[in-house]
């Protein structure tokens, strides 16, 4: 169903061609005096609590519409949707609106025309297969981090993303907000100011552990066998899948059928902005090596460079260099010497992309037709640093890694932990 406050895709992909070829990104001010012809359409897929947070802010984003939703527990899926209608009929003064249509099975969400682009906040071992599938029907997407289960499996997604130049925007949004505190730390790393960068601790917690939870009865609203989805079956059990929209971050990211563990929650976020920093969004390590028993520090990537990378230390991320050192979290950002941080860029040295809101970002690169600024490809390198520190410290042994093949060098075994068998029903490209 249309609801007419979208654009048509076609009309809508004409008219930013030809942005792309000659005109400048649209300021926010001008989007919005256009935004009520020029909407774009949005489609959720997975309403747990970080899902609803975007939901919230896209419905009060005037250059947007968010006509579906999709979610396999029936609470959460008419919380959704009641978010949307209330918002919408507050904001046009009615009283009253209805006009967002409820899916609990992505793929039928997917096939409708109208809707521009999606945003993916399913847990962890349901980003690819989605993912992969709009990208097919051209689609735009704004997914969760850590973007992908597998290296294999994020390869797979940048490379449909590709296939019909999607924009995709990875949903690490320490590049864009926080204050600019991991902004900051990366022009200042990138442009020399603590010198040459040898050592750097990214302090997030520990890898994935395989599900031991006993099964419990599923709720009536619930579709578990659908939730489980890829990964290998098993019972339900609350701790995976709550019911109805809770307000805690359940834990099934520590378990290895449905995440990366806190190593790759977190990580996702630290591990980014050390890529970043490092100038390694299209690359990685190329040795990854097992703790020492008394060494005191965690698992150990070396790269191509010399640099060496730490899983351990404070939380956030600690740069090391030759001329001082740089700490940058969330809530802080501080120096040796303190002085570094008064520094005034001159026009020739490096910048970030300039970007205070994630969202808008991505917006803007739709119109755009350009990348964001934690594009496909970056959020898969991100995550591939997570996936490989898991697989480390599950095989305790020293592996040697080919960035560029995305391959393990002279190991079989390793090299069967790029991907993971699915369930039939559940086949991607990555399988």
């Known amino acids: 169903m249309h609801h007419g406050l979208g654009i048509s895709r076609r009309r809508w992909l004409a008219r930013s061609a030809a942005l792309a070829i000659g005109g400048p990104i649209l300021a926010p001010q001008l989007l919005r005096a256009a935004a009520a012809n020029e909407r774009i359409t949005l489609g959720f897929i997975g309403i ?3 899902s609803r947070g975007h939901l919230k ?47 609990r099975d ?5 096939a ?70 991991f902004r900051l730390a990366v022009e200042l790393i990138r442009n020399g100011h603590i ?27 619930t579709d578990w066998n659908f939730w489980n989805g890829p990964s290998p079956e098993r019972g339900y059990n609350k701790i995976l899948c709550p019911e109805g929209p809770h307000t805690h971050f359940p834990q099934w990211r520590q378990y290895r059928e449905y995440a990366g563990g806190a190593l790759a929650d977190m990580g996702a976020h630290h591990f980014d902005i050390a890529q ?24 150990k990537f070396t790269y191509a460079n010399g640099i060496v990378m730490y899983h351990g230390g404070p939380s956030g991320c600690t740069f090391g260099g030759t001329k001082g050192t740089l700490y940058v979290d969330r809530k802080e950002i501080k120096t040796t010497p303190e002085g570094i941080l008064e520094h005034k ?32 490809e970056i959020g898969h390198r991100s995550a591939s640093i997570c996936e490989l520190g898991n697989i480390g410290y599950e095989l305790r042994r020293p592996l040697k890694w080919d960035p560029a093949a995305e391959r393990f060098l002279g190991d079989d075994d390793a090299n069967k932990l790029l991907r993971r068998p699915e369930r039939e029903a559940w086949k991607s490209k990555a399988s």
């Open 48 to 50: 747990g609590i970080q």
């Open 57 to 103: 802010k896209f419905v009060g984003t005037p250059d947007v519409q968010v006509v579906a939703v999709c979610d396999v527990e029936a609470t959460r899926l008419a919380n959704a949707k009641q978010i949307v209608e209330d918002g919408y009929a507050k904001q046009s003064g009615t009283g009253s609106y209805k006009g967002c249509d409820t899916y």
């Open 106 to 110: 992505f793929r039928e969400l997917l």
């Open 112 to 181: 409708r025309d109208d809707i521009d682009a999606v945003v993916i906040g399913t847990p962890d071992h349901w980003h690819a297969i989605p993912a992969i599938a709009a990208a097919g029907r051209g689609k735009d997407i704004y997914c969760e981090k850590p973007l992908s289960l597998t290296i294999a499996e994020g390869r797979a997604m940048v490379t449909a993303a590709r296939a019909k130049n999607v924009v995709f925007q990875t949903g690490s949004q320490q590049r864009s907000e926080f204050g600019g505190k």
């Open 195 to 221: 010198g040459d960068v040898k050592v750097v601790r990214v302090g997030v917690g520990g890898p994935a552990k395989p599900c031991d939870l006993p099964t419990e009865e599923a709720p009536t609203g």
């Open 276 to 299: 970043w920093a490092l100038d390694m969004d299209a690359s990685g390590p190329v040795l990854i090596e097992p703790p020492t028993d008394n060494a005191g520090t965690g698992l």
């Open 345 to 376: 860029f001159t026009p020739s040295e490096w910048r970030c992309e300039p970007s205070d809101n994630h969202h808008r970002n991505w917006l803007e690169a739709i119109r755009a037709r350009r990348k964001p600024i934690c594009d496909v």
